[in-house]
């Protein structure tokens, strides 16, 4: 638990889908665990190490905005790739004229928090895996400002930007610090890959603009 | 073989002139607003389709330069039997959904990305991972959102002729919606690792700096009024991780309306690039 990062991250829009209401896309009221845990790996990850999202800072007001586009309505089908691969005179293409679906996505407006997690050495650490090498790498590429892809939230025409804030610096005021204890209800944590995948769900509450998230990962299966 | 990408980060300009950049589906097909700003807004997606189209017209169909999502019916999917099959074996099995394994549905993924422009450099959601079954592209855009507020204005229209034969009327009416004057501004992302996972070479990105500089060229429409790519700047990094955080390097990029409001008219913006004290391994790139 020595290592722990806090991270500053904002962005104009964001949609963290909530999975019971994906077709016509709703966003919770806040970032869940799983989409922070993504923009950390954005920046940076190794198989030997896995994020763990302690705590997360809701620094702006929670508004929502909606908006409707024009989507596809099927994915790419794996059978007709094998068969113009074979050299099958095949229909391999999107009309999206034909195939179109008009979504709407309520999404977050003008979002900013402070992720606060740490790391875990896993199964894939080998000898020359130290806590701190990995440590270093991130703190490095996060005040560089360098990531392996742009983080985003929930989804990539969202991007968030990001800035680290070191041990010594103070927290970023939040809307609601001291407005005491609200319930966002049931919230997706993350999906738990060790158990096939299944996805994990947790009570979250802000108390003072403050989620104390659960290590769900932890408690047994 | 070209030379990989490294990361970038880019900013363009457009403008619009009496016409509607972007429908709202929700709103009646009105421009896409902002409803607490009165900003405009162009979608992500309606970008896309642009660089798209632009792709598909330039290199008609030439290897390795097709579109999957495409707007108009294949005319000629002929040329596809001249593909170079990589599995000789097992094409009756149609029935089949799933690729059988990692290293079938990695071959699938790369030919298709080898293949199709558009999954190159977007990405695509494919049936053919056996997870997670997606192809994140390099390339990240954006809301592109007007530097000012917009007004949006309905224009009734006439029409000389009628739908229905023996009508008594002699002409029906119509409603355009039209911004008079916007100009809009587009951030957007390239992954260097992203584009080592799908093949997307500098080739290809100066395919698409070439797709944003001309997307508006060939997109002419009744609805869409005049629009024009103003500019467009690439902040290009050194290294595949980049060298600096991305929203400083937009900060940079200052609109100001010296006009006051309500600009009729891209001379009275006045686009301000802050060149002083770039940071090392990245280079301003004005196109």
Avoid at chain 2, 199 to 225: C, K, P, V
């Amino acid at each position: 638990m020595g290592y722990r990062v806090k991270l500053h991250v904002w962005g104009n829009y964001a949609c963290f889908t909530r999975p019971e209401m994906k077709a016509e896309r709703v966003s919770y009221d806040v970032i869940t665990p799983s989409a922070a845990r993504g923009i950390l790996e954005a920046i940076y990850w190794k198989p030997a190490i896995h994020w763990v999202v302690d705590r997360i800072h809701v620094l702006e007001e929670i508004k929502f905005e909606s908006i409707r586009r024009n989507e596809t309505e099927s994915k790419i089908s794996a059978v007709h790739v094998k068969s113009a691969m074979a050299g099958k005179t095949k229909h391999l293409r999107k009309v999206v004229v034909e195939e179109r679906q008009q979504r709407m996505t309520l999404m977050l407006k003008n979002v900013g928090y402070v992720i606060e997690a740490h790391f875990e050495m896993t199964v894939a650490a080998g000898g020359r895996d130290s806590p701190q090498k990995h440590y270093d790498i991130f703190i490095r590429r996060a005040r560089l400002g360098q990531m392996f892809q742009q983080p985003y939230f929930g989804c990539r025409e969202f991007p968030a930007h990001f800035r680290l804030i070191g041990n010594e610096e103070s927290m970023p005021a939040s809307r609601y610090a001291g407005t005491g204890e609200r319930d966002l209800q049931w919230m997706l944590w993350d999906l738990d890959y060790k158990a096939g995948m299944t996805a994990k769900f947790f009570r979250a509450v802000m108390k003072d603009g403050i989620i104390e998230v659960p290590d769900l990962g932890k408690e047994g299966r | 073989m070209s030379k990989p990408v490294n990361r970038c980060e880019f900013t363009f300009f457009f403008d619009v002139r009496n016409g509607n950049p972007n429908g709202d589906p929700d709103a009646g097909n009105m421009p896409r607003i902002d409803p607490e700003t009165g900003h405009g807004i162009v979608t992500d997606v309606c970008l896309k389709r642009k660089i798209r189209n632009y792709v598909e017209i330039v290199k008609g169909g030439e290897e390795g330069y097709h579109i999957y999502v495409s707007e108009v019916a294949a005319l000629n999917e002929k040329h596809r039997q001249a593909y170079r099959a990589l599995r000789e074996e097992d094409t009756d099995k149609l029935k089949e959904l799933k690729p059988s394994d990692k290293a079938e549905s990695y071959k699938l993924t790369r030919w298709m990305c080898n293949n199709y422009y558009d999954i190159r450099t977007f990405g695509a959601v494919m049936t053919t991972k056996i997870n997670c079954g997606q192809v994140r592209g390099p390339v990240q855009f954006c809301f592109a959102r007007s530097v000012d507020p917009v007004f949006s204005q309905e224009l009734t229209i006439t029409r000389r002729a009628v739908t229905q034969e023996h009508s008594e009327k002699e002409r029906e009416m119509g409603r355009k919606h039209v911004i008079p004057y916007a100009l809009y501004r587009m951030d957007g992302y390239v992954s260097g690792n992203l584009a080592q996972q799908t093949n997307f070479t500098a080739d290809d990105l100066e395919l698409l700096w070439a797709a944003i500089q001309n997307m508006f060229e060939y997109d002419r429409s009744a609805s869409h009024g005049q629009m024009a790519l103003r500019k467009l700047i690439v902040f290009e990094h050194n290294t595949i991780l980049g060298n600096a955080p991305a929203h400083q390097l937009f900060e940079r990029i200052h609109v100001e309306n010296t006009a006051g409001f309500p600009v009729r008219d891209y001379k009275d913006y006045l686009i301000d690039i802050d060149r002083t004290d770039l940071p090392a391994g990245v280079t301003l790139i004005e196109k």
